[in-house]
């Protein structure tokens, strides 16, 4: 028995979802790497470093509950969108940013980048069958690898500079 798609462009919609994850992935890993060069260019200490590192996590942790209501109320692909596009700016200003303040607030509006995974999930789901969203769901959450990519691009460029 072969299983159908529940609609035609599923496949398109789950390879873009899961580009776009782990492009929102990997702003968190580029957070990172910048915080451990701001260890040293800012003089942290392991606090500073811990909540400097904690900032985007505890955002997108805390807005991840709000955006599954708004994706149950919305086009979950719009507010896929959306939520990229603000965090666009904060990356932006990053080069701007002088003081552990200025990166603690960017790093709180860069874990806005932490409700894709919400988003995205489902915005997927509307896509398949319920026999086929267990393994369009692992293919969108490989996105994480993203990060991974991420990580040892931002650690070349740093090591460069």
Do not use: C
């Amino acid at each position: 028995m072969q299983k159908s798609l529940l609609f035609k462009g599923a496949n398109r919609a789950l390879l873009l979802a899961t580009i776009a994850f782990g492009a929102n992935f990997s702003v968190w890993i580029l957070f990172a790497v910048l915080a451990l060069e701001l260890q040293t260019t800012l003089s942290l200490s392991a606090l500073e470093l811990g909540m400097l590192f904690a900032s985007p996590m505890l955002t997108g942790a805390l807005l991840r509950i709000p955006a599954g209501f708004l994706a149950d109320k919305y086009n979950p692909k719009m507010l896929f969108v959306l939520q990229m596009l603000t965090v666009v700016p904060s990356l932006l200003l990053l080069p701007s940013a002088h003081s552990l303040a200025d990166h603690m607030l960017l790093g709180l509006w860069i874990g806005v980048s932490g409700t894709s995974f919400t988003f995205g999930i489902r915005y997927i789901t509307d896509w398949f069958e319920r026999s086929q969203q267990g393994t369009a769901m692992g293919i969108f959450g490989a996105g994480n690898a993203g990060a991974a990519l991420n990580a040892r691009g931002s650690a070349i460029q740093l090591s460069n500079i």
